[in-house]
């Protein structure tokens, strides 16, 4: 079965650190990577998508991550984080093996020191 | 642009009460799904609908929860009779198509007591 895997539930860093949070799937075919965030009490965002062509993806807010097929990863990055990072932060996956359902990760909570 | 509206925000019900939600979607959206977030855990999803045709429910608990969407664009999801294991907050989301990005409400966080 599909499955995909972040590996840190809880992350806390200091203001100006450099975040990367780990995403990895399982899934035969052909993927359509997302990163999704939750601000506290706000609904959930895409902050950056690949589909094909170049697998460093650039998102919003100074996000990017990068596809590596050969490690079924797409780990989401961001040189210098803001105190505003804080928020829970979703992988998920769909493909045409999955009917293009959303396999989601169960996310991580990452908290930001001012 | 709207975004997806859910109603209403929070309740609060007994175990064995009946409750439901309602979801308005982007205008022009075919697809829409609504998930089950228990805390700790990514979405789950319960229902995919395509216009107002089911795509996939196949991990609806079907005794007790239903869902529809009569005229492809709002949708209701109902539970009936609520169990304690049922709080949760209910996301509804919509895409375009089934292979593009999906846009979420704000969510309806049930508490079963």
């Known amino acids: 079965a599909q499955s995909v895997s972040q590996h840190n539930h809880h992350v806390i860093l200091s203001e100006a650190a450099s975040l990367e949070l780990g995403c990895n799937y399982s899934y035969g075919g052909t993927v359509n990577l997302f990163w999704y965030v939750q601000y506290p009490g706000q609904h959930l965002q895409l902050l950056l998508k690949y589909f094909s062509g170049d697998p460093l993806v650039k998102g919003i807010k100074g996000f990017e991550a990068e596809f590596i097929k050969s490690k079924f990863s797409f780990n989401l990055r961001k040189p210098s984080v803001q105190w505003s990072d804080t928020a829970e932060y979703f992988c998920?996956?769909?493909?045409?093996?999955?009917?293009?359902?959303?396999?989601w990760g169960a996310g991580t909570k990452l908290i930001i020191k001012p | 642009e709207a975004g997806v509206a859910q109603s209403p925000r929070y309740k609060i019900i007994e175990k064995r009460q009946s409750v439901a939600f309602w979801c308005n979607p982007i205008?022009?959206?075919?697809?829409l799904y609504w998930y089950q977030q228990i805390l700790g855990q990514g979405p789950k999803l319960l229902i995919q609908?395509?216009?107002?045709?089911?795509?996939?429910d196949s991990q609806l608990p079907k005794d007790r929860f239903s869902a529809e969407r009569l005229k492809g664009v709002d949708s209701t999801l109902k539970i009936q009779p609520a169990k304690l294991e049922d709080s949760a907050v209910y996301l509804c989301a919509s895409s375009f198509g089934v292979n593009t990005e999906a846009f979420f409400g704000q969510g309806t966080r049930l508490t079963v007591v």
């Open positions: 205008s022009g959206h075919a697809t």
């Open positions: 998920a996956v769909n493909g045409l093996d999955s009917n293009y359902q959303l396999i």
């Open positions: 609908f395509q216009n107002n045709g089911v795509v996939d």
